[in-house]
T-cell receptor, first 109, second 115 residues
Framework: QKEVEQDPGPLSVPEGAIVSLNCTYS??????FMWYRQYSRKGPELLMY????GNKEDGRFTAQVDKSSKYISLFIRDSQPSDSATYLC?????????FGAGTILRVKS | EAGVTQFPSHSVIEKGQTVTLRCDPI?????LYWYRRVMGKEIKFLLH????????ESGMPNNRFLAERTGGTYSTLKVQPAELEDSGVYFC?????????????FGAGTRLSVL
């Protein structure tokens, strides 16, 4: 069993839709949770960084963590074609990041 | 401020050859990481430097891989001899250890193709 499970998609939505991306994890030692966005031929770019259970909002992006269920989510409101990318959840274990497989998101105009 | 830079961006070599990847971290970042993504798999940790010292090399697949960070600035990752299963994208990341948050900034990666 993988430590972090993430549906690879692809997920295709119309412009303006609300997007929900999710990851589950098995290791209770994970304490910090991140979402990275990766465009084609580019490196992962940090979007959100959270620690505690609950919600954290930044513009159109909301990160949600439920430690009791070992489940994290990223919501994108008013999605734009420029949001089309691969979204990676990542969890900090010691000093290293443990990544999900990434979800490919396509926002159609 | 320049980000993490990696080169080459793409390398195509034959099985048995040697390849050296280079990473220049963000200026002043003392922590440097190597990760790898092979086809169809998730990005996986390889190793972690603090300045010139290896802190954790638990992710290095075998002794064909050698990472160095002489002088605590740029780092190289050498694969010798390369095998077909080494193909993938190799990412470098850096972090400022003086900050409380463990935020790692990634380079664009080196795409390695072993034929």
């Amino acid at each position: 069993q993988k430590e972090v499970e993430q549906d690879p998609g692809p997920l295709s939505v119309p412009e303006g839709a609300i997007v929900s991306l999710n990851c589950t994890y098995s290791n209770s030692a994970f304490q910090y949770f991140m979402w990275y966005r990766q465009y084609s031929r580019k490196g992962p770019e940090l979007l959100m960084y959270t620690y505690s259970s609950g919600n954290k909002e930044d513009g159109r992006f909301t990160a949600q963590v439920d430690k009791s269920s070992k489940y994290i989510s990223l919501f994108i409101r008013d999605s734009q074609p420029s949001d089309s990318a691969t979204y990676l959840c990542a969890m900090l274990y010691g000093n290293k990041l443990v990544f999900g497989a990434g979800t490919i998101l396509r926002v159609k105009s | 401020e320049a980000g993490v830079t990696q080169f080459p961006s793409h390398s195509v070599i034959e099985k048995g050859q040697t390849v050296t990847l280079r990473c220049d971290p963000i200026s002043g970042h003392d922590n440097l990481y190597w990760y790898r993504r092979v086809m169809g798999k998730e990005i996986k940790f390889l190793l972690h430097f603090v300045k010139e010292s290896k802190q954790d090399e638990s992710g290095m697949p075998n002794n064909r891989f050698l990472a160095e960070r002489t002088g605590g600035t740029y780092s190289t990752l050498k694969v010798q001899p390369a095998e077909l299963e080494d193909s993938g994208v190799y990412f470098c990341a850096s972090r400022d250890g003086r900050t409380a948050k463990n935020i790692q900034y990634f380079g664009a990666g080196t795409r390695l193709s072993v034929l």
